[in-house]
């Protein structure tokens, strides 16, 4: 299970935090990735994060977001800095209990009928 916390309305050039804390997981190697869903577009990727702490990010956003991991909470992070109006979207985690590259290649990350998925929080910045 997956809970988000942390979003809200900000203005242009600000920052929120958004949280993705897990329970239960019967693994210790996943990928949990955040993905963002603006009206009447396509679900697309924001950045992962693997157990192991690496990180990979959409080139939308490297430079401005950081996805960080809380290993002993099974939470992850999203640090978004120097938001913009193009940031506003629904903002879901995912995970799945394989690596990151595995997932990928497997087309599991972002397919909203794979992995584990957190109800979404609304990120708005105007």
């Not at 913009?84 to 629904?90: F, G, L, N, R, Y």
Request: proline letters at 4%; one cysteine or more; charged letters at 20%.
């Amino acid at each position: 299970q997956l809970v988000e916390s942390g979003g809200g309305s900000v203005q242009p050039g600000g920052s929120l935090r958004l949280s993705c804390a897990g329970s239960g997981y019967p693994y210790r190697r996943y990928c949990m990735g955040w993905f963002r869903q603006a009206p009447g577009k396509e679900r697309e990727k924001v950045g992962y994060v693997e157990s192991d702490g690496t990180t990979e990010y959409a080139d939308s956003v490297k430079g401005r977001f950081t996805v960080s991991l809380d290993n002993a909470q099974d939470t992850v992070y999203l640090q978004m800095n120097s938001l913009k109006p193009e940031d506003t979207a629904m903002y879901y985690c995912q995970v799945e209990f394989i690596s990151c590259t595995v997932a990928t290649m497997h087309g599991r990350m972002g397919r909203p009928d794979l992995g584990y998925w957190g109800q979404g929080t609304q990120v708005t910045v105007s």
